[in-house]
């Protein structure tokens, strides 16, 4: 009996120094990657936080019921944590009269503060956020949802986790502290996590929240990041932050909560779910 | 190195050591009494793992919050919006009302 123990032991011992030898190799290998960010993290620090700008990018498309109310949001937290900021609002010619409404609260809120670059049809992500960037005035640029699924009140709290340590980029987390979503059933809840477990597990991003689209980024490396990024859809969010890791930028996170489109619908299908696998293989074989 | 790279050298390795504990290359008397054991640990291994996969996505499931708080508190904040937007000149399209 204690020969057969003995033995089990130490095969079990075996195994676990080989574990711990994989994911020691492993490790050193991420960490020389991210070493190259601490030269660039000393060179930021030494800027001037007061005169930080705040681009916040909304691409829109059919949101004439929530770009007012968000345009509201967005201008009370912002004026109450007094920090500049501009709204570029992108519309990709959407029938409703979005385009009209921005117009209206251009008119009420000034054009340093509402800045319309419509385009004439639905186009990419990606290309609404190059579009978008081109005129950025902000050293800094948020990325959103105009659908209030995402609440202007983080903002501000992006603003305090960015200058903590710098960061390259904050992404906005529904899976950890006091994060969540609204809106959702059970079924949603578990692809959610499911899809999640699997990313956490496959591509390791140190990031806990992949496909959520509230962001702030520091302007050049959204730039970089843009042009790195092939994805399309709601998966090029994933590629963003899976890219972001790849090139070693600094990530830090927020919770946040989600609630799921008050007005309009919510889409997640056979097509979302396929494109998310997609995506998940892309990366896992190229990054 | 891509995380497919990693993952096949890590499987890779394992699967080396498997093997070579199969084939009797290396000796191990534990392995040597219980040869069922050895043959089927890569399933056992696959079927604890899926166990705690489905363990813990159920758990983050269950434990999902539900954020009801900034979800009324969202629908107070839009009212409170319309009438200050209203206030400032803003017109809404009237199939709202």
Known sequence: MLAISKSFYSLIL??????VLIFYVVYVLEE???????LHFH????????????SILLPTYNEVENLPIVVWLINRHMTE???????????DGSPDGTLDAAKQLQKIYGENKIVLRPREKKLGLGTAYIHGLKHAKGNFIFIMDADLSHHPKFIPQFIEKQRE???????????????????????????????NFLTQLLLRPRASDLTGSFRLYKKHVLENLVGNCVSKGY??????IIRARQFGYTIGEVPITFVDRVYGESKLGGSEIFQFANALLYLFATT | MTKLLEWLTAFSILVTIWIALLTKKVDNSFVEQHPQLLLYSPFIAIILFGLFA??????RTFTF???????????KEIQEARTSLTKLGYKFPSKLS
């Open chain 1, 165 to 195: 340590r710098d960061y390259d980029l904050v992404s906005g987390s529904r899976y950890i502290g006091d994060g969540g979503v609204h809106g959702w059933d059970f079924k949603r809840k578990l692809i959610s996590r499911g899809a």
């Open chain 2, 65 to 75: 919050n539900n954020a009801e708080l900034a979800a009324a508190e969202l629908q």
């Open chain 2, 54 to 59: 489905l363990a813990v996505v159920l758990y």
């Open chain 1, 14 to 19: 075996t195994w676990c120094c080989i574990f």
């Open chain 1, 43 to 54: 060179k930021t620090l030494l800027m001037a936080e007061e005169n930080n700008k705040y």
């Open chain 1, 32 to 38: 020389s990657n991210s070493n190259e960010t601490d």
């Open chain 1, 235 to 240: 998966v090029f969010q994933m590629e963003m």
């Open chain 1, 81 to 91: 944590a007094g920090h500049d900021f501009e709204i570029i609002v992108i519309d």
